[in-house]
């Protein structure tokens, strides 16, 4: 029986751990996912930001039945936040911790080891930001060597990226997942393409992501800038916000794509969206396992992506096309050749839909993460990991 069985008649009560909860993360959009999942009358969730929240993200969260809490600080290194978040942890013996990003990462494991609550992290990516400092990409390899009682990577290539960081340490993989929305009807489609200004007929791009380097968009937008010539013009809208937002928009002008390319900032209505667009594109120089190009392959859409991180593993040549980083003339051939063929676009967007449908989904996306939790809570520390993936996506 697991400690989790033992606890007959009460909720698991999981704490996540997340610099912040915001529309356009990755990792971030993941708690929605694993709120949506997870069974209210066995799990209470709790998430603890320690940054300001847009106040549409926490409510998402908060009808989903999660309580949001945050704790924030003029800086990572302040004594008296972490002590709050200590107390907070003390007051409310959770059974574990789970935390996100690095800064997480390295308050949780604090935390965590002061308080005697088992912690699980999760690497999201196959490189750091670099906005991380190195002192805090040395406390955190520390912390996952050391400290954590699992660390959960969301690809093979991410687990391998850190394999060096961490040593011997094991880290379980699992892939991310998505839930799969029903396909918007023909008029909900029409409304949706009349709102963001596209022209009957005008085939739509969509590419969703932070606004910084590794996503480099502007590579994408380089790509948008050399595709042939057509009537009506293809359109290029990017989800997203970051640093780099004022150079873009200088970018879409110089580029000559005013009447082409809009950056639509943070939306609250990503599946709406994907579902009034013909093509999605990543343009990504690194990548984990991106929850944005699975989103798009669930809502139908065919992916040109970057040979980059776990891509290759999660889009096969049923659901998209690869193409090497940093060539946006190589990103602008394939964007161009599945412009140029409907009946392509279906057959990849229909096969896209039926590959996170049976390797991706997020039910038992899930249940795997509450395996693992109860492996944590029965045997800490240091159990060998047995919920591991294989060398192949994950079947559901």
Known sequence: MSAFEARAGSRVRIAQL?????????????????????????????VI??????????????????????????????????????????????????????????????????SGTPVVATLHNTERSDRVR??????????????????????????????????????????????????????????????????????????????????????????????????????LRIVGRGRLEGRLAREIEQLGLSDRAQLLGLRSDVPRLLGASDLYASSSHWEGSPVAMLEAMAAGLPVVATDVGDVPRVLDSDSGLLVPPQQPEALARAIAALLADPTQRRRLGAGGRARV????????WADRHMALYAEVVGRRPGAAPTGACEETPCAS
Do not use: M, Y
């Open 18 to 46: 997340i610099d912040r909860v915001r529309l356009g993360g990755g990792a971030e959009r993941l708690q929605s996912t694993f709120a949506e999942s997870l069974d209210p009358a066995a799990v209470e969730l709790t």
């Open 49 to 114: 930001t320690l940054n300001p929240d847009p106040p549409s993200a926490v409510a998402a969260l908060r009808e989903r039945g999660v309580r949001v809490v945050c704790f924030p600080a003029a800086s990572f290194a302040n004594l008296r936040r972490a002590r709050a978040v200590l107390r907070f942890i003390r007051a409310e013996r959770f059974d574990l911790i789970h935390a996100h990003l690095v800064r997480s990462t390295i308050l949780a494991g604090i935390v965590g080891w002061l």
């Open 134 to 235: 190195r002192v805090l990409q040395i406390a955190e390899s520390w912390i996952l060597r050391h400290v954590v009682d699992r660390v959960i990577a969301v690809g093979w290539e991410t687990a391998r990226a850190h394999g060096d960081a961490l040593g011997a340490r094991a880290i379980d993989v699992i892939p991310n997942a998505v839930g799969v929305a029903q396909i918007p009807s023909a008029a909900e489609r029409a409304a949706t393409r009349r709102e963001l200004g596209i022209s009957d007929g005008a085939p739509l791009v969509l590419a969703i992501g932070r606004l910084v380097p590794q996503k480099a968009f502007s590579d994408l937008l380089r790509a948008f800038a050399a595709l042939p010539a057509t009537r009506p013009a293809p359109q």
């Open 357 to 364: 449908l049976a390797h991706f989904g997020s039910r038992v």
